[in-house]
């Protein structure tokens, strides 16, 4: 689990990425706000902790957002397999 200001990032392997925000009704604990089959990126955490969907109102992204991520993805490991 990584803590952020305002929330937590957690996995457990093979399981999914899933992104917390805290509980201002319970301090210390957490409320499950996202979860994702990839590591989410720093606009994901961003969108999630400043006020984007939860997870019951979460829309399955579309076929291009997907190919785009997977494309993004793909672009960056060739870039570290270049340095």
């Known amino acids: ?10 996995r457990c392997y093979p399981r ?7 509980d201002k009704e319970r301090p210390g604990r957490y409320i499950l706000a996202k979860e994702q089959p990839r590591r989410p990126d720093a606009d994901d955490i961003d969108l999630v902790l400043l006020g984007g969907k939860m997870v019951d109102e979460e829309e399955k992204p579309s076929f291009l957002v997907e190919a785009m991520s997977t494309i993004s993805s793909f672009s960056r490991f060739m870039r570290s397999l270049t340095k």
């Open 1 to 10: 689990m990584r803590p952020l200001t305002s929330g937590a990032v957690f």
């Open 16 to 22: 999914m990425w899933k992104i917390f925000l805290d």
